[in-house]
């Protein structure tokens, strides 16, 4: 009897059978995403590595190319294909030494083969620049054993293999002590790891051997940037401005540091010397730097040329993922959008910080807000450098970097942190929702005056920061009869049947004679009968009896509104101001009289604001849509206040 297939094994071919769809319609991006899932789960399937060779050599990504090169030629180290792509990868990633060096062993192992003569003078070609490299380098003539070893630190830099990296460059340290790149390699790897100062140190070194060398300065103003010293980084990018440098990596440190201190004009004044350079000929160097300019455009208001930029970036390298992330998110509906942002989360926030975070808050969680609070300026006490980097992340953070400086600020809960929500939330940077939640908390702190100018559906609108908890408890317990019959009356009213729904609700009385919402329904039968003058006297009842009820007094208002009398409809809402809690469908009609109300008076602006903060409560409800419609307003704002549950 033959075995069943097993179910892993059907689910990865049938995979593979996506990836060659994705490859066959050129959908390399997504093939490339597919293919890596599939080597994480499967790995070293050789099938699937070298499938995701061919659409990495597709996308122009060598720096990913070249340790799958690695991979593959541990499994077949005899395979001279593999050892040219493997060389080439070097090339295109400039580390002449090591292709060098693996052309010398293609050579030496397979002389015959049909493109020995090919390599014979790729590796001429390469001997008759590296002696310059290595002289320029203050290496000993034909050292290309150490030229090698650096190019291998720089990879391992590049796969995150910090401490190993690091080992490399302390072994090449040992051959030539006074080698600049190799410190600059090692300050890299300490502050990957979160080891701030023996990273500065390691740069500070460099800086005492070469005062110009552009990668200390450019990695100091970062060092710097992240430990919340903005002043101290800018003066180490002022340095950096002003060094002279024919090397081509020169201008993407200048523009890289620069990007981090949010100096959009000074990025694109770098991008524009390179250009003249003649440097954006070169991948993947010019496609981070159109990608740096793009940005900058962006912020500076220029949307055109910020896709120009983008655009370029991907025909340089069509798989650079924060190019294609950040046109993707200019497709979303303007109030949602993040970009632009020029590094991802990983750059801004270091894996030990935001591990120490989540374990500081973790079990403080379950103890309630102010626990919570508490945890987390303990947080702030060990890591002094966040109430600087909170608002950088605020302002140039991509979404994981903004949620994680956003949720940090709102629990925190420190002067420095409400004015970093304050500064967000009237900025234009990042989504809507965002920007009023930070709004919202600044308001409760007093630093944010009503109504307030926000940026909001890409323009500047007058809104309302009111800061209600909203709940979906009925308005007020009744036994389970009473409750069925309310139900049943409310029914019956949808239905326009209004004598079975005063049956109802008359029921419902016998039994709870003073029902504050029975009794309010049974006004909107008067109303819906025409007998004005009975439901208005007996809003009045209730309201007497029940002043915290606030039914009656948004219908005594819409009564107000009705007869042209606006200031006696003013003063049948202001109380609820006042309120904390809402029931939604209360709140609904409240926001819906607030609107009537400034109609009636021709305050458009007003209109609108309670609208937008309508639709951050309960987008979905049916009377916006009626509002939308009398307005003439794209639904689009989203939910901008977070439901919260009322208990």
Request: aromatic letters at 8%.
């Amino acid at each position: 009897m033959s075995k069943k297939r097993r179910r892993p094994e059907q689910s990865f071919l049938n995979r593979l059978r996506e990836v060659d769809s994705l490859i066959e319609r050129k959908r390399w991006v997504e093939a490339r995403d597919l293919l890596q899932s599939l080597d994480e789960r499967f790995p070293n399937r050789e099938e699937i590595m070298r499938e995701l060779l061919n659409v990495y050599a597709e996308l122009k990504d060598m720096h990913r190319y070249q340790p799958l090169c690695e991979r593959l030629l541990k499994l077949h180290p005899g395979d001279p294909d593999l050892t040219l792509a493997y060389a080439g990868a070097c090339m295109g990633n400039v580390r002449p030494a090591s292709a060098l060096l693996t052309f010398r062993r293609f050579l030496q192992r397979y002389p015959q083969h049909e493109r020995a003569a090919e390599v014979h003078k790729s590796a001429a070609d390469l001997e008759s620049h590296l002696g310059e490299m290595l002289a320029s380098a203050n290496f000993r003539a034909g050292d290309l054993e150490t030229a090698a070893l650096h190019e291998e630190t720089v990879a391992l830099l590049d796969q995150g293999k910090y401490a190993p990296a690091r080992a490399k460059a302390e072994e090449l340290l040992k051959r030539y002590p006074d080698f600049a790149p190799a410190l600059n390699n090692i300050a890299q790897s300490f502050f990957a790891e979160g080891r701030i100062t023996p990273a500065i140190a390691a740069a500070e070194r460099v800086l005492a051997l070469q005062p110009d060398n552009f990668h200390a300065l450019s990695n100091l103003a970062r060092y710097w940037l992240l430990q919340g010293q903005i002043e101290q980084a800018k003066l180490y990018a002022g340095r950096l401005r002003q060094v002279k440098s024919s090397q081509v990596d020169a201008s993407m440190k200048k523009a890289e540091a620069l990007s981090m201190l949010g100096d959009d004009q000074a990025v694109l004044d770098v991008f524009k010397e390179a250009e003249r350079a003649g440097d954006l000929a070169l991948p993947p160097t010019n496609a981070f730097l159109y990608h740096l300019a793009a940005v900058a455009e962006m912020r500076l208001g220029h949307a055109d040329r910020a896709r120009r930029c983008w655009q370029n970036a991907l025909k340089a390298v069509p798989g650079f993922d924060l190019a294609k992330k950040n046109l993707d998110d200019l497709r979303k509906p303007v109030g949602e959008q993040h970009a632009p942002w020029a590094f991802d989360a990983g750059n801004w926030l270091m894996r030990p910080v935001v591990d120490d975070l989540l374990k500081t808050l973790d079990p403080a969680a379950k103890r309630g807000d102010e626990a919570l609070t508490r945890a987390a300026r303990r947080f702030l006490e060990r890591h002094p450098e966040m109430p600087g980097l909170t608002p950088l992340l605020l302002d140039r953070g991509d979404s994981q970097a903004r949620e994680f400086a956003l949720n940090l600020a709102e629990i925190s809960r420190t002067p420095e942190m409400f004015q970093a929500l304050r500064d967000f939330a009237l900025s234009q940077r990042g989504p809507d929702d965002m920007r009023w939640r930070a709004a919202r908390v600044a308001s409760g702190a007093g630093l944010i005056e009503q109504p307030v100018r926000m940026w909001m559906r890409g323009k500047w609108q007058e809104l309302l920061l009111l800061d209600y908890e909203m709940h979906d408890e009925p308005s007020f317990p009744h036994p389970p009869r009473v409750a069925k019959l309310l139900e049943q009356s409310v029914e019956a009213m949808h239905d326009d049947d209004v004598d079975r729904a005063e049956r109802l609700v008359r029921q419902g009385l016998e039994l709870e004679p003073d029902a504050p919402d029975l009794l309010n329904n049974l006004t909107a039968i008067y109303e819906r009968r025409g007998q004005m003058q009975q439901a208005e006297a007996l809003l009045n009842q209730i309201v007497a009896q029940h002043p915290d009820y606030g039914f009656p007094h948004i219908n005594l208002a819409r009564f107000a509104i009705q007869r042209g009398d606006l200031a006696q409809a003013e003063a049948h809402l202001q109380p609820l101001l006042a309120r904390k809690r809402f029931n939604f469908t209360e709140f609904g009609f409240f926001c819906n009289a607030q609107m009537e109300l400034w109609m009636a008076k021709g305050k458009m602006d007003a209109v609108r604001s309670w609208m937008g903060m309508w639709e951050g409560v309960d987008p979905e409800n049916p009377l916006l849509a009626e509002w939308r419609i009398r307005l003439k307003v794209p639904f689009g704002l989203g939910r901008l206040l977070r439901r919260r549950s009322g208990s």
